[in-house]
C-alpha cells in the first residue's frame, strides 16, 4: 500500500478497531466489525497496531474470550481490487525456485521487439534506450491513447505465454514452490505461530457497493500439490484443488518493455471463508 493509500487506509482501520471496541460511529467500519464478528465469535476486545511491529503481521489484534489473541490483517481497497500479498520481481522463479526457469523479461524478448518496431514506425526512427521508450509512450497517452491499447494487444499474449511456461516449470520444483509459499504467508519462521493471521478484505470502501470477504489462514491445506495457468494468471493448488495462492504476471506501469515487469501475488480462495 503507498502512502497516499494510507492516509485513508489508515484511519479505516482504526474506525473497525473502535468498532469492535464499542465505539460505533462510523457506519462503513461497523459494517466491517460487524462481519469480523461474524467470523471470529466472542471478540473481547481490539487493538489497533498499524504499521508497528510489522514484522508479525496483522494491523489489529483480536483479544478473545478464551485468551486467544488473533491477528488480523485489514485491507481495503476504493475500488474491486483486494490488494495483494506481495509484489515480485520478474526473476522470482529463477532466484527463489530454480535456475533454469527463464525470468519473464527475457522469456518475451520476442513481444517487446514488436512493441519497439510499433513505436519505431510511428516516429520514423530507431529507439536507442528504454527510457527513450517509455517517454514516448507516455506522450501518446496523450496524444494518440490507441498507441497504449496497441501495446497492450502486443503483450497480453506474452504474459498468457509465460503462465503456461511458468506453471509446467513450476510443477517440476513442488518442494522449492512449498518453501516459497510458506515465505509468502509468514510461516518461514518456526518461532511464530503456525497460520494465525486472518486477513479482512474490504472493497468499494465507503461506496454502496461495499462489500467484505474473510480469508483464514487457521487449519487451512496450504501444501501446493498441483500448478496450473489461467490466462494471465498462475494459480498454486492444493490436494482440493483449491488455489493457495495466485500469481499474476504483471507490468508496473504503462512502458511495457521498457518499464519493470513483475508478478502480483494474491491469497487464493483456500483461505477465503463464506
Not at 513481444?111 to 534506450?129: A, F, W
Not at 497460520?195 to 483464514?216: L, M, P, S
Not at 518493455?257 to 502480483?264: C, K, L, R
Request: aromatic residues 10%.
Amino acid at each position: 500500500m503507498n502512502k497516499n493509500s494510507r492516509s485513508w487506509a489508515e484511519p479505516a482501520e482504526q474506525a473497525v478497531t473502535a468498532s469492535l471496541n464499542g465505539v460505533r460511529t462510523d457506519h462503513h467500519a461497523n459494517l466491517v466489525a460487524d462481519y469480523i464478528g461474524t467470523q471470529i465469535p466472542a471478540i473481547v476486545r481490539a487493538e489497533w497496531k498499524g504499521a508497528s511491529n510489522y514484522a508479525q503481521g496483522g494491523d489489529m489484534l483480536l483479544y478473545l474470550l478464551d485468551g486467544t489473541v488473533r491477528k488480523c490483517e485489514l485491507k481495503f481497497s476504493q475500488g474491486n481490487g483486494a490488494g495483494t500479498a506481495k509484489n515480485l520481481g520478474a526473476k522470482t522463479f529463477t532466484k527463489r525456485i530454480d535456475a533454469s526457469i527463464q525470468g519473464y523479461q527475457e522469456f518475451e524478448a520476442e513481444y517487446k521487439q514488436k512493441r519497439y518496431q510499433l513505436i519505431e514506425s510511428l516516429i520514423g526512427r530507431k529507439l536507442t534506450t528504454a527510457t527513450e521508450y517509455c517517454r514516448i509512450l507516455r506522450e501518446f497517452r496523450t496524444t494518440n491513447p490507441n498507441v497504449l491499447e496497441q501495446i497492450a494487444d502486443i503483450t497480453s499474449p506474452g504474459q498468457e505465454a509465460y503462465a503456461q511456461y511458468a506453471a509446467g516449470e513450476l510443477a517440476k520444483f513442488l518442494p522449492q514452490v512449498n518453501q516459497f509459499v510458506n515465505s509468502i504467508l509468514g510461516n518461514i519462521d518456526t518461532r511464530q505461530l503456525s497460520q494465525d493471521v486472518v486477513y479482512c478484505v474490504t472493497k468499494n470502501w465507503q461506496n454502496r457497493f461495499q462489500t467484505t470477504e474473510f480469508f483464514d489462514f487457521l487449519d487451512m491445506d496450504r501444501q501446493v500439490t498441483s500448478i496450473e495457468a489461467k490466462g494471465k494468471q498462475i494459480k498454486l493448488k492444493n490436494t482440493r484443488g483449491k488455489d493457495v495462492l495466485t500469481i499474476s504476471v504483471n507490468w508496473k506501469n504503462i512502458c511495457q518493455g521498457g518499464a519493470t515487469p513483475s508478478f502480483n501475488v494474491f491469497i487464493g480462495n483456500e483461505f477465503y471463508t463464506e
